[in-house]
């Protein structure tokens, strides 16, 4: 059974694999795969504001320790931090313990090289393959070996510093007037902090963390409050953060929700006049963005590249083909010139310049782009149950849709129990009636097959 799924390890607090036993063991398996020979055996060990964290730091911790790994504590901080963090204290890797935008009752362990990247399938696969079937009863080392732990002191601020070369110092931020969702997560400190420092005048909620209220009705997943807080106190723009701080959803003045294929293409277009980007240049995004988007960047001269779910996959492309930058329907942007990879954060601060270098409402920056009415359908389903019946499920799907004159998408979620199906299509082609009708068919197939 795969531990990990398109964004590290995730699940129920409690349950297999998310116990305290089970996370030592990894601990334990990941140095073995992790570390680097003639370095300082040395780990960063991050969390959001889970209140299981506190069960598993610690058991990391201990893992690392007994394997003789240093270990340095730097959270609660978003997870891009370790983009920083884990280079500048010269970490073999770092691991960030979040199930992101998932409810308090889940958690989830994701695992970074060297360079603040997020590790390869294969070291995936190899760290697996340890868990499962390596002796650690066996696993001897001398006890002056072991390692040590510390907590750093000023980790918030080496963030914070590395978050601020977002900005422009020539820019007056005072300006703007911006409501900021935390999701009671692991922005809740450092993103006013920084927003505060720029000179923005600043309404925040969300930032208020109890273990137990993270992602619950507010952030990136919930952006309604702070629809309303825009609206109500006349805000330049929202920005809804999600639990580990590596996603974000924007607001503009008027109260609207800005999806993430509007940022890109606001983006695109910025970028394309400033020439840091050339008309034929490729900008990346994945297998489920609106393919109102081709269209868009298509009539002012740029390409679009769709890779597989997952922001890790938008930065392999960027890097393996020199892209200037990508990014996903969910929240997620990622930008090659970035001190921080795929940083909230960082995005909404890049959107806050270009807003006060355009000297345009963000309601207006968004203009030129066409999307398609989307349906998104989430299933539950039964893991075992799907992956044993999986070929016959996406037979019946795909002879369901193919009849119809739109676009989809089916995959199982890498992150929840449930099969994702992604609906796209021109009102001007499709009746209402036929969708829903449609849709009914998809819900039963998958019913009653798990």
Do not use: W
């Not at 795969?2 to 601990?27: C, H, M, Q, S, W």
């Not at 983006?267 to 393919?291: D, P, R």
């Not at 996406?394 to 849709?401: F, G, R, S």
Request: proline letters at 3%; glycine letters at 8%; hydrophobic letters at 35%.
């Amino acid at each position: 059974m795969r531990l990990f799924g398109t964004d590290g390890i995730r699940g129920e607090v409690g349950k297999y694999p998310l116990t305290a036993e089970n996370v030592l063991k990894l601990a334990k398996a990941s140095a073995i795969v992790l570390r680097k020979k003639n370095s300082i055996s040395r780990v960063v060990i991050n969390k959001d504001t889970r209140l299981s964290g506190y069960i598993f730091e610690p058991a990391l911790t201990s893992g690392f320790i007994s394997m003789g790994i240093e270990v340095i504590l730097v959270g609660p901080l978003p997870t891009p931090a370790l983009t920083v963090l884990g280079k500048s204290l010269r970490a073999d890797f770092s691991v960030m313990i979040t199930a992101s935008h998932n409810p308090y009752q889940d958690n989830g362990l994701k695992f970074f090289s060297d360079q603040g990247l997020k590790i390869s399938p294969e070291e995936e696969n190899k760290i697996e393959d340890y868990f499962f079937n390596y002796d650690f009863d066996n696993y001897k080392i001398k006890q002056s070996n072991y390692g040590k732990a510390i907590r750093l002191k000023n980790a918030i601020g080496r963030y914070s510093e590395a978050l601020k070369q977002s900005a422009d110092r020539n820019l007056n931020y005072s300006k703007l007037k911006v409501a900021l969702d935390c999701a009671n997560g692991a922005s809740y400190k450092v993103a006013p902090e920084v927003l505060f420092e720029l000179g923005l005048d600043l309404y925040t909620i969300g930032n208020n963390p109890s273990g137990t209220n993270i992602n619950l009705n507010c952030g990136s997943l919930f952006p309604s409050k702070t629809s309303k807080l825009v609206k109500k106190k006349k805000c330049d723009m929202g920005i809804c953060l999600d639990g580990d701080g590596d996603r974000v959803i924007v607001i503009d003045e008027k109260g609207c929700v800005l999806c993430g294929e509007e940022v890109i293409f606001i983006l695109a277009k910025h970028y394309l006049s400033e020439k840091k980007i050339k008309k034929g240049s490729t900008i990346v995004t994945n297998e489920i963005a609106n393919h109102g988007l081709d269209k868009s960047l298509k009539k002012i001269g740029l390409n679009l590249k769709r890779v597989k779910v997952g922001d890790k996959n938008i930065l392999k492309e960027i890097l393996d083909n020199k892209n200037f930058f990508g990014g996903e329907p969910s929240g997620h942007f990622i930008f090659k010139d970035d001190v921080l990879i795929g940083d909230g954060m960082a995005t909404a601060i890049r959107l806050l310049t270009l807003v006060l270098k355009k000297n345009k409402k963000l309601s207006d920056l968004k203009r030129g782009i066409d999307l398609l009415e989307v349906i998104n359908i989430n299933q539950k389903i039964d893991r075992e149950k799907f992956y044993l019946s999986q070929d016959s499920i996406y037979q019946k799907l795909n002879k369901l849709c193919k009849n119809f004159d739109i676009f989809y998408n089916i995959r199982p979620s890498g992150t929840e129990p449930l099969l994702r199906v992604n609906l796209q299509y021109d009102k001007r082609n499709i009746k209402v009636s036929v969708l829903k009708k449609l849709k009914t068919q998809i819900i039963k197939v998958i019913s009653n097959a798990c």
